[in-house]
């Protein structure tokens, strides 16, 4: 606690103090068009004026079919990396950081007629979420690419921290559990198959910037959980190898 308001330096990012504020969706978009509104402006600077450290901005579409719903907010184009440019300034006027969670809810796409995932498993099987199309290969090079193109926007608009949305059964973590992912290919068996597409993201975002990349993961029990705990400190172990390249 006495050092809950001291400074702290991770991945090369001081922070004021150790009060990080986490991804929180707001659903908030009326508009349906990812782009922040004033209430956006309000809720961060709110924020950033209370003495936050880091904000973590709610999860952020890379790919409009990877919202989890149509009023989330998007950084797949840069009409919205040019408007969060604004937003990540004012919280910086208010003296806090601000780093941002990129997302793709895979088939929790909740308001999607046709989700995508790595395999055609639906979430539930009353119907209220749509049964994904099977990622095809060259499918999922191209998610990949959103994903790196949205850090390299959001390295460009100012935030001090990329956190991948790999938590909470959304499209990363559709991959990596055994429950979700009943591919045969490269993306799909062992651990380390699973952890390919994740894998693949990281080299991808570090190839585009040298923002510190988090990875945000859902390590005990969550829908359709089969990883353990130590699958998951293995997948941790890899996120952080230089590169993510030597297993
Ligand atoms: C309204 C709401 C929206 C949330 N949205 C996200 C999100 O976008 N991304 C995410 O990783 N977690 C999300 N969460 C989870 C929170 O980041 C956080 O882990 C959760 O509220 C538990 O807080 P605690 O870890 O302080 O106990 C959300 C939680 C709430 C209540």
Redesign the pocket.
């Known amino acids: 606690m006495a050092k809950l308001l001291t400074p702290v330096t991770l991945g090369g990012v001081t922070l004021k103090n150790r009060v990080v504020m ?5 659903y908030d978009v009326a508009k349906e068009d990812g782009l922040p509104t004033a209430f956006h402006h309000a809720h961060y600077g709110a924020r950033a004026i209370g003495g936050v450290g880091l904000i973590i901005q ?2 952020t579409a890379v790919d409009p079919v990877g919202r ?1 719903t149509s009023h989330d907010l998007g950084i797949w184009n840069d009409e919205q990396a040019q408007a969060l440019t604004g937003l990540v300034a004012e919280v910086h006027a208010l003296g806090a950081k601000m780093g941002i ?1 990129l ?1 793709h809810g895979g088939r929790k796409a909740a308001d999607e007629a046709q989700p995508v995932a790595p395999s055609a498993v639906p979430y539930d099987e009353q119907g209220t979420f749509a049964t994904p199309h099977e990622l095809s290969l060259d499918e999922i090079k191209a998610t990949v690419q959103s994903f790196a193109d949205a850090a390299k926007r959001a390295d460009q608009a100012g935030y001090d921290v990329i ?1 991948l ?1 790999a ?2 059964g959304y499209l990363i973590n559709q991959f990596l559990e055994p429950t979700t992912n009943l591919r045969t290919d490269s993306y799909g068996g062992s651990l380390a198959k699973r952890f390919e597409f994740l894998k693949e993201i990281v080299i991808a975002i570090q190839a585009v910037t040298s923002l510190p990349i988090w990875v ?1 993961l859902s390590v005990t029990a969550y829908a359709d959980h089969q990883n353990s705990i130590a699958d998951y400190q293995q997948i941790a172990q890899w996120c952080g190898t230089p590169r993510c390249k030597s297993h």
């Open positions: 986490p991804p929180m969706c707001m709610e999860a989890l969670q997302g956190q949305h938590a909470h945000r």
